[in-house]
Nanobody
């Protein structure tokens, strides 16, 4: 059974940092694109950052460019999202997702992903 499990969420003050982890089981992460998506109350799910399976192409939403960094550790079968300079508007449930196939053009389009985690809450508040 293919699964991804997120961890690392929590409560942090504005300007703080968190590192989210996405651990895969039942498949080898090397051959999958991995995406981080988030959904805030009353808003649609949005692509935050995604990384391709080959060449390591990455995508960042404009709202997180320069603050978030996505990386993969294939030896640990895990993808990370380092989040720095967090803002209250980053508050959301963050989801990790995986897909085996797809175009780089749609790298961070949520409908192209078919393995989803349960999500981890990130709250940025003083």
């Amino acid at each position: 059974q293919l699964q991804v499990v997120e961890s690392g969420g929590g409560l942090v003050q504005p300007g703080g940092s968190l590192r989210l982890s996405c651990a895969a089981s039942g498949f080898t992460l090397d051959y999958y694109a991995i995406g981080w998506f988030r959904q805030a109350p009353g808003k649609e799910r949005e692509g935050v950052s995604c990384i391709s399976s080959s060449h390591g192409s990455t995508y960042y939403a404009d709202s997180v460019e320069g603050r978030f960094t996505i990386s993969r550790d294939n030896a640990k079968n895990t993808v990370y999202l380092q989040m720095n300079s967090l803002k209250p508007e980053d508050t959301a449930v963050y989801y990790c997702a995986a897909r085996a196939r797809g175009s780089v053009i749609t790298l961070c389009t949520s409908s192209t992903y078919d393995v989803w985690g349960q999500g981890t809450q990130v709250t940025v508040s003083s």
